[in-house]
């Protein structure tokens, strides 16, 4: 999926300039790097579990740097950035609700 995502990228910007490509695989796991004139940038390491680690950015044409760092492991895919959208807090009554459930358990 990341490199279906990096060749739209290089496709939308085909002015533009690769500053860095490195694609390594070894038998203990990959690297890969790729940096373009634009800001566009991506990088990702793995190794023999299939655990990989990497980060994407870009620059909005809003003008905003765009950054996300990812884990892809046994508990799936993690992205993390600023600008990805969090849940709200859980209500205060939920809470009070939850603890008091731990507290009562069932006698069934």
Not at 71 to 94: C, M, R
């Amino acid at each position: 999926m990341l490199v279906c995502s990096l060749a739209a990228l290089v496709a939308a910007n085909a002015n533009v300039e690769v500053k860095e490509l490195v694609n390594e695989v070894n038998p203990d796991g990959f690297v890969s790097r790729l940096a373009l004139d634009n800001g566009v940038a991506a990088s990702s390491t793995g190794d023999v579990h299939g655990n990989i680690d990497g980060v994407f950015e870009w620059v909005s044409p809003e003008g905003v740097h765009v950054r996300v760092a990812y884990k892809a492991d046994e508990n799936g895919y993690q992205p993390q950035s600023d600008l990805l959208p969090t849940p709200p807090p859980i209500p205060d009554a939920i809470v009070r609700a939850i603890a008091w459930i731990q507290a009562n358990p069932s006698k069934n």
